[in-house]
């Protein structure tokens, strides 16, 4: 079924860098999500960006989010060690019923 | 505190032994999901209900059965668990299906 792919797979930067992960799904949908998930434990909403919306910003985290091309990112700033962890995107496929979840981004911030 | 309860956390047991796995919600949320976690796999919806009796199968549903006779449980049933079931399985609920998720904190499940 449809599904959101993140990108890269596993990515590893210094702590108080930038880390950018990117999602690209299939069809067109109502709103774009991301979630974090530490290690084997339950994932954690962190932002949902509208299908009409292009950016949207919390905290340190930006979300954009481009319909044309079927693609979103996930920008973090400043990066913390803290914010090791395992990212995914979810989209709803334009449906009520379903939220798919991607395979993830695996983030590790070195300090 | 707005949480999805799920138990038990680990449950080791033999295959073809009949379990469930209780997840219960205390937001009042209309939509609720079972899904199950395997490296390299991400994760993989097993059943969602949309409402109390409105159940529906996800992407990988073989081998489950849920059911949602009151709005806050929502219970996932192996009736003869196999290895191939060995997963971390999550429940989830949110006032609807594509609104914010809360998840609880995962039932590891192994079956030999």
């Known amino acids: 079924s449809q599904q959101g792919e993140e990108d890269p797979q596993a990515l590893s930067i210094q702590e108080g860098e930038n880390a950018t992960m990117n999602c690209s799904y299939k069809t067109s949908i109502n709103n774009l999500q991301w979630y974090r998930q530490n290690s084997g434990r339950g994932l954690v909403h962190l932002i949902l960006i509208r299908s009409n919306e292009r950016e949207k910003h919390s905290g340190r985290l930006r979300v954009t989010l481009d319909t044309s091309k079927k693609s979103s990112s996930l920008l973090i700033t400043a990066s913390r060690a803290a914010d090791t962890a395992s990212y995914f995107c979810a989209t709803d496929g334009g449906s009520q019923g379903n939220l798919i979840f991607g395979k993830g981004t695996k983030l590790s911030v070195k300090p | 505190e707005a949480q999805v309860t799920q138990n038990p956390r680990y449950l080791i047991t033999v295959t073809g032994k009949k379990l469930t796995v209780t997840c219960s919600q205390n937001?009042?949320?209309?939509?609720m999901s079972w899904y199950r976690q395997d490296p390299g796999l991400g994760l993989r919806q097993i059943y969602y209900?949309?409402?109390?009796?409105?159940?529906d199968k996800g992407d990988v549903p073989e081998g489950y059965k849920v059911s949602r006779k009151e709005k806050r449980n929502f219970p996932l049933i192996l009736e003869s668990p196999s290895p191939n079931q060995t997963s971390l399985y999550f429940c989830?609920?949110?006032?609807?299906?594509?609104?914010?998720?809360?998840f609880g904190q995962g039932t590891r499940l192994t079956v030999v």
């Open positions: 937001m009042n949320h209309e939509y």
């Open positions: 209900s949309m409402n109390v009796e409105v159940t």
């Open positions: 989830a609920s949110s006032r609807q299906g594509d609104t914010e998720a809360f």
